[in-house]
């Protein structure tokens, strides 16, 4: 159950980032931050949940610290990838907010269902782009409305 109400609240305050991105083009810190605290309270939650219980709470301790390193790795990966890709081209490619984004959701994900969300999120991305054509696109992507859409098919399928 606290799973369930932990990931319910992620994804209201995805569509609240993807609400703000589509009006500012940016992922305000504080929501972000509000994302990272939910997983710390979650994770919390579970251990004295585990604790109370029969369940081992250093399983759930081992298991927060191995998805917060999957969160530095996808986060710090697309970071890394981004300023590459900057620095080859010459051209914008993730802000800051969506990469802090993507990150604090791999907290939630992991590894593997973090690289399914993004990409799914890359994927509706690129259909927005071909779409919207260079009208919109040209004035960059909103992202976080496509980490959004990444969650639910994520989840479903490796989670």
């Known amino acids: 159950m606290l799973t369930l109400a932990a990931f319910v609240a992620l994804f209201v305050l995805l569509l609240t980032a993807a ?11 504080g929501l972000v ?31 927060s610290l191995e998805r917060a390193a999957a969160a530095l790795v996808i986060g710090g990966g697309l970071l890394g990838l981004t300023l590459l890709y900057e620095r080859i081209t010459g051209r914008y490619a993730f802000g800051g907010g969506d990469i802090k984004l993507v990150a604090v959701v791999a907290l939630f994900l992991g590894v593997m269902p973090s690289l ?32 959004a859409c990444g969650l639910p098919l994520a989840v479903m399928l490796v989670a």
Request: with cysteine; hydrophobic share 60%.
């Open 116 to 147: 399914v969300a993004l990409t799914v999120a890359c994927a509706v991305s690129l259909l927005y782009a071909v779409l919207a054509r260079s009208t919109t696109a040209s004035n960059g992507i909103p992202f976080a409305p496509c980490v």
């Open 19 to 29: 609400v703000k991105d589509i009006r500012a083009r940016r992922i305000p810190n």
């Open 33 to 63: 931050a509000a994302v990272a605290s939910l997983w710390l309270v979650w994770r919390i939650a579970l251990v004295a949940s585990a604790a109370m219980g029969d369940a081992d709470a250093l399983l759930v301790i081992a298991d």
